[in-house]
């Protein structure tokens, strides 16, 4: 019998472990379906910090950017440790930018809100 995770049980590990972090009312993972099938979007809702904003870039102000970087590091951190955890992977691709760049199959989105 294969012991193989599902990509169902990875993203359900992946969704568990962020909200032990940012509740689970703050935490999305959807899996795609189709030609997609494999790929996920992560989106975590983080509070915005109490500051003096300024509009600098992309709609957020310099430290709000700042913020949202920050946690889509930690967010991609706890997401590789939970799938090595559970013994499974993030399916990759490559791109034809003539680097040979490769990517995960994944989009991780921090909201400020």
Known sequence: MDNQITVAQ???AIKKALSEVYNRENVTVKGHT?????WMTIKVTVS???HEH???RY???SICHELQTLEEKKITEIVHETVKKIGSYIGTYSSDDG???TYENMHVEARIV
């Open 34 to 38: 189709g030609t997609a099938y494999g």
């Open 10 to 12: 990875r993203n359900r």
């Open 99 to 101: 680097y040979g760049s």
């Open 54 to 56: 300024n509009q600098e």
């Open 59 to 61: 709609g957020h102000c």
């Open 48 to 50: 915005k910090p109490i």
